[in-house]
């Protein structure tokens, strides 16, 4: 069974707001990767690390920034949350191709 | 760069009816195919997976894919749908780099 955790579950924020959407896994996993999902869409990549220090940003543009700290802790900030941040976002962890995703953070920003 | 397509939208089902969700995938080397399964306001949970081998795998749920390298697709199948499985189902195509290439999705209705 996967153990990976996003908090918070729903997120309704008004513009300009800083915010940190968490996402934590327990496997000891060394990849773990950030999506964005709009409804009826595919899954975009907008972030991924491969370990502790390192971090890339995905096939999607995307005004967040990310860090990793520790292997087990993968946080994604907006400084400033627009209308256009709102979305559903997926974390993400693997040890190899094969990736568990967590519950998603659906963000909407007013 | 790989991508997946999947064709179908929107596929209704009646229960107990047999289900086929199509993908097709673009890739240079062998892939790495996976199907994946949303229901509303979760994550994704992992289905089935083709690594190598044997090109028919079974998964979770009932639900098995074949691998066809000449059509390029990987297609899932379950021979008996239960109301449980109306959902969104994603396949996606893996490279040697751990990311990961997503559909946009077939949402799948089950109909009483």
């Known amino acids: 069974e996967a153990d990976i955790y996003q908090t918070p579950r729903y997120l309704v924020i008004g513009t300009g707001k800083k915010i940190t959407l968490e996402c934590s896994q327990t496997m000891g996993h060394d990849k773990m990767y950030w999506y964005q999902q709009d409804p009826g869409m595919e899954l975009h990549l907008i972030h991924y690390?491969?370990?502790?220090?390192?971090?890339e940003k995905g096939d999607l543009s995307s005004e967040s920034t990310v860090s990793r700290i520790r292997t087990e802790h993968f946080p994604l900030t907006l400084e400033s949350a627009r209308p256009s941040h709102t979305s559903q976002y997926l974390c993400?962890?693997?040890?190899?191709?094969?990736?568990?995703f967590g519950p998603g953070t659906r963000l909407t920003v007013l | 760069a790989q991508s997946v397509t999947q064709p179908d939208i929107h596929i209704t089902v009646s229960e107990g009816a047999s289900l086929e969700l199509r993908c097709n995938y673009s890739y240079g080397a062998t892939p790495y195919l996976f199907w994946y399964v949303q229901s509303p306001g979760q994550g994704l949970q992992l289905l089935l997976k083709?690594?190598?081998?044997?090109?028919l795998v079974q998964g979770i749920k009932g639900f098995e894919a074949e691998f066809k390298r000449s059509q390029s697709s990987f297609n899932l199948r379950k021979p008996s749908v239960h109301w449980s499985d109306a959902a969104e189902y994603f396949c996606a195509v893996g490279a040697h780099d751990y990311k990961l290439s997503f559909g946009a999705g077939t949402t799948v209705t089950v109909r009483a």
């Open positions: 083709y690594f190598s081998g044997d090109t």
């Open positions: 993400a962890s693997s040890a190899s191709s094969e990736q568990f």
């Open positions: 690390s491969y370990g502790v220090n390192s971090t």
